[in-house]
């Protein structure tokens, strides 16, 4: 037993991962008629990729009535492709879930994304909208040269960036590869609404919901904290903190419901929300909430508000230069009044692009 811990500790971890997912393969059975697939679906915890996962699916169910929609959860994508690869038909499309995971912050994620990039050789995948991250790092380049590569080897791939930096970026390293498609399209969960993403409707609101960062996207120091926490208590106001990270993984499509549909609700009965994050800041206009947003480390949330939610009504973003202004902008936003549930925050037609790729047959 030692001898074999000692072999195992010395493997590595690309051959470790494809020994794990020989021995655990599984098989599933398709039906016959035309599929959409939605690949890495979220079952874990973080309740903004859940969004993704559930508004992704309501998107390809309204675009294509005559496929059906399946859901391959990421925690199963290594055991189930070969299943799925042997039944897959022409026509029918793979899409790979939306987010904020294409790069090398998420090397994990990427690496499934890649892998059914190189499975489905045959069938349009289609990237739904995207976040790239990157930096100036030897191993940021890395991952970028990869993606080049794999996603170029594809002969029919279509890639959405959910906010233009990353679209530019995009753009750019796929300008030689006529067989990759870029184009910038709203995050997915904005072609949503609270209520179709299972929110209910409150008949009160009050207090404030603290929704901010503890992680490596954090981009506040504990001063600039404890100046937004200041004036949150001089309101007046409950504070209530909370995340949209609820932890778990592997978790069941009824528990992703459920923390999806709870923390709508939770968003819908606040009077204010204040975060970071962009699901945050996305789940709190859906719900009808007026929204303080701050930044993040990287560009999702400034750019994605630039791009999209400029002139939003119930929405005001503070970069961290301008974080003397919070009480202001407090007292703003406490004044308005409430959405409905049914509300998309952006226009439908700024998905036309995306409808496009999907009708193509």
């Known amino acids: 037993m030692k001898y074999l811990n000692v072999v195992s500790k010395r493997l590595p971890l690309t051959f470790k991962v494809k020994l794990t997912s020989l021995f655990k393969k599984k098989e599933i059975k398709l039906n016959s008629g035309k599929k959409a697939f939605v690949f890495l679906a979220a ?39 070969d299943s799925i690869n042997k039944q897959i038909k022409a026509d029918d499309i793979v899409t790979i879930i939306g987010g904020g995971n294409m790069g090398g912050t998420y090397p994990d994620i990427e690496a499934l994304r890649q892998l059914v990039i190189k499975t489905f050789r045959t069938n349009r995948i289609i990237s739904f909208p995207q976040t790239l991250d990157w930096n100036q790092s030897a191993q940021s380049k890395r991952a970028l040269k990869k993606i080049i590569k794999v996603y170029s080897s594809h002969p029919d791939i279509h890639l959405f960036a959910r906010e233009s930096i990353s679209f530019a970026k995009l753009t750019k390293m796929f300008s030689g590869a006529n067989n990759v498609s870029v184009n910038l399209v709203p995050d997915i969960v904005m072609s949503a609404t609270a209520k179709l993403l299972g929110a209910t409707e409150c008949h009160k609101t009050s207090g404030i919901l603290r929704c901010l960062r503890d992680d490596k ?20 106001c409950n504070i209530e903190k909370t995340d949209t990270h609820a932890g778990g993984s592997q978790l069941s499509a009824a528990h ?8 709508l609700n939770q968003f819908r009965t606040a009077n204010l929300v204040v975060t970071d994050r962009l699901h945050g800041m996305i789940m709190s206009l859906l719900s009808g909430t007026p929204c303080l947003v701050l930044p993040n480390s990287n560009h999702k949330i400034r750019q994605t508000q630039a791009d999209w939610l400029q002139n939003h009504p119930r929405i005001i973003f503070l970069e961290i230069d301008e974080i003397d202004q919070i009480s202001k902008a407090i007292e703003s936003l406490l004044s308005l009044s409430h959405g409905t549930l049914n509300e998309s925050p952006v226009d439908s037609n700024k998905y036309n692009d995306l409808k496009k790729a999907l009708e193509y047959l």
Do not use: H, M, W
Not at 43 to 71: H, K, M, R, T
Not at 219 to 231: C, N
Not at 256 to 263: E, G, I, R, V, W
């Open 43 to 81: 079952d874990y915890g973080n309740i903004g990729d859940i969004a993704i996962s559930f508004a992704q699916s309501q998107f390809l169910n309204n675009v294509l009535p005559n496929y059906e929609v399946v859901s391959i959860p990421i925690s199963q994508t290594r055991f189930l492709i």
């Open 217 to 236: 996207e954090a981009a506040l120091t504990s001063k600039q904290y404890s100046i937004v926490d200041k004036a949150l208590v001089k309101t007046g």
């Open 256 to 263: 992703c419901t459920q923390l999806l549909t709870d923390k």
